[in-house]
């Protein structure tokens, strides 16, 4: 029996630990996953093939300067 309740609170504290096995990317903003959410885009990919999944508020912006653009 107590093996069994053992078992059972080693079960529960894993499940708790690995809510859904997703990696952390882009400065720890963005999270691997193989589809983004509504909420997200795809800034660069992770390095086991998924895509980082990063809301728009934690991209960077575009900066003309780096496009070969000259402002006045």
């Known amino acids: 029996m107590k093996l069994l309740l053992l078992t059972l609170a080693a079960l529960l504290l894993l499940s708790h630990l690995t809510p859904g096995g997703t990696r952390k990317c882009w400065n720890l903003h963005g999270k691997c996953r193989h589809k983004c959410s509504r909420k997200e885009r795809i800034y660069v990919y992770c390095t086991n093939s998924k895509m980082c999944c990063v809301k728009?508020?934690?991209?960077?912006?575009?900066?003309?300067?780096?496009?070969?653009?000259?402002?006045?």
């Open 56 to 72: 728009p508020k934690y991209q960077p912006k575009d900066d003309p300067r780096f496009f070969g653009f000259l402002g006045p």
